[in-house]
C-alpha cells in the first residue's frame, strides 16, 4: 500500500467516525436498545493474540529473509456509539519482529572486515490502537464483525540475532540494539472475526488482522559498497557510510482470541 493509499484510507475512517457520532442519538433513543438491558454501552476484555511478521524493505542490498511468529497479550476497551458500531482501544504488550539480510561489517575486536549478514530482529512495543468495529446483529449466539483503524506501538526494548555468512560459525545472539530500532510505529489495521455469547455479556472472539506499517523502523545508516558489492572499510579501518537510512516497513497478522465481559 502506497502513502497516498494509506492517506485515502485514513481519511475515510474519519469520515466514517463523524458518520457513527452522528448515529449516536438515534442510538440511546432506540426502543429496541432501551429495553434489552444486557446490552452494554461499554465492554472490557482480555486478548492473546499470536503473530506472524515481516519486513518489507526498500533499500537497495537489503532484502526480507523470511518471516518470524511472535505474540501480543493486553486488555481492550469498548464503547458502543451505535447500535453495531463501537470505538475500540486498550493496550497490549506486543513482541514482533523480521529477518532481512544485507552487506555490512564484521568486528573483530576493533578489526573490521566485509560480510553479508543475516539479522533477526525483535521488538517490544507497548500497542495503542485505535479502530471502528462495524457488528451484525446476533445470529444464534454468533455476531460478525469487522474492524478498521490504526495502532500506535512504542518500543520499549529491542534485541537482534546476527549471523556472519562470509565467516563460518559465527553468530551472535540477543544483542541489544534498542538504538537501531525507531521509538513508534505506525500501522493501519484491518480485521474481522466472530464472536460467539456464552451467557449474558460475556463472549468469546476469534479475529484475523492485518497492521499494515508505514512508518520506518531501522535507523541504521547503509554502507558504501564497492564494485563486488561488499562494505568498503576505508585506510584507517572504518566503515564508510552513506547519507541514507534503511527503508523499512513492519507487516504483520495476527490471530486475536479474546472473552469480553
Known amino acids: 500500500m502506497n502513502i497516498n ?4 484510507t485514513l481519511m475515510l475512517l474519519g469520515l466514517l467516525i463523524s458518520n457513527l457520532y452522528a448515529q449516536d442519538d438515534n442510538f440511546k433513543n432506540d426502543p429496541v436498545v432501551d429495553t434489552q438491558k444486557d446490552v452494554p454501552t461499554f465492554r472490557l476484555g482480555l486478548h492473546f493474540s499470536p503473530n506472524i511478521a515481516w519486513l518489507n524493505l526498500n533499500t537497495t542490498g537489503y532484502s526480507s529473509n523470511g518471516s518470524r511468529i ?14 453495531n458500531y463501537l470505538i475500540s482501544t486498550g ?11 544485507y552487506e555490512s561489517v564484521y568486528d573483530n575486536n576493533g578489526v573490521l572486515a566485509p560480510s553479508e549478514i543475516k539479522q533477526t530482529i525483535k521488538i517490544n512495543y507497548v500497542d495503542i490502537p485505535l479502530s471502528i468495529k462495524l457488528k451484525t446483529n446476533e445470529i444464534g449466539y454468533v455476531t460478525y464483525y469487522g474492524n ?13 540475532d546476527i549471523e556472519y555468512l562470509d565467516f563460518k560459525n559465527i553468530k551472535q545472539t540477543d544483542v541489544a540494539n534498542t538504538d537501531n ?16 455469547n ?35 572499510i576505508d585506510s584507517s579501518g572504518e566503515a564508510v557510510y552513506t547519507d541514507k537510512e534503511v527503508s523499512s516497513n513492519l507487516n504483520f497478522f495476527s490471530l486475536d482470541l479474546a472473552i469480553y465481559f
Open 91 to 101: 493496550f497490549s504488550i506486543n513482541n514482533v519482529g523480521g529477518r532481512l539480510q
Open 198 to 232: 456464552i451467557s449474558g455479556n460475556t463472549n468469546l472472539a476469534v479475529g484475523i488482522t492485518f497492521h499494515n506499517g508505514f512508518t520506518n523502523i531501522i535507523k541504521s545508516k547503509t554502507h558504501v559498497l564497492d564494485t563486488n558489492g561488499k562494505a568498503i
Open 5 to 8: 493509499a494509506k492517506i485515502l
Open 148 to 160: 478498521f483503524g490504526f495502532n500506535v506501538g512504542i518500543k520499549y526494548n529491542s534485541k537482534t
Open 181 to 196: 530500532v525507531s521509538l513508534i510505529n505506525i500501522n493501519l489495521i484491518v480485521g474481522g472475526g466472530l464472536e460467539y
Open 70 to 83: 511472535g505474540f501480543a497479550y493486553g486488555l481492550s476497551t469498548e464503547f458502543y456509539i451505535a447500535k
